[in-house]
């Protein structure tokens, strides 16, 4: 089962146009989509992996824990939660993968000035550099690709972070 599944099986939960709805079944299906989302877009709640508030993966699969137990005591969208803590394990790979790429990407660059001096630009790092690696790596797997680009730019960022640190 996919993200888009996911999000059809809880459609229901969120038409407000039903009488029948049970607000508890509404909030439930919310906690979902927007759990769904994040995954969907690389720890991002506005859908950008490369922006600075992406979530940790360590954090949010803790959450997806806890969330899949807890939905299960209490007989709400289990499945669902299930579903998307099944999900999550390739997800932190690509993560720890972006990592990994930007590593091989900064050994690349230190072979030219001219790159390197490039490379400390997050805009250029995310068009000629994290985007394309993490597509190249996961192709047609947008998710897989998000959360790759995000790992990538958490390494990029402590880079940055350490030269500017360094004299």
């Not at 099986?9 to 039903?18: F, G, P, T, V, W």
Request: glycine share 6%; net charge negative; with cysteine.
């Amino acid at each position: 089962m996919n993200v888009t599944t996911i999000m059809e099986r809880i459609e229901r939960h969120l038409d407000l146009r039903r009488s029948d709805l049970d607000p508890e079944d509404f909030a439930a299906a919310l906690a979902v989509q927007h759990l769904t989302l994040l995954l969907v877009h690389g720890g991002s709640a506005y859908g950008r992996p490369d922006a600075e508030d992406s979530l940790d993966p360590l954090l949010l699969g803790n959450f997806l824990d806890r969330a899949a137990v807890t939905s299960q005591s209490v007989g709400r969208l289990a499945q669902e939660w299930h579903i998307l803590q099944g999900l999550f394990p390739r997800l932190k790979s690509a993560w720890e993968e972006g990592q990994v790429l930007f590593q091989e990407d900064l050994r690349r660059t230190k072979r030219s000035q001219e790159l390197q001096e490039y490379f400390s630009m997050i805009d250029f790092v995310v068009d000629c550099f994290a985007f394309p690696t993490a597509k190249k790596a996961y192709p047609g797997d947008a998710p897989a690709q998000a959360w790759a680009l995000n790992g990538y730019l958490v390494a990029w960022r402590k880079w940055r972070d350490d030269e500017d640190a360094s004299p």
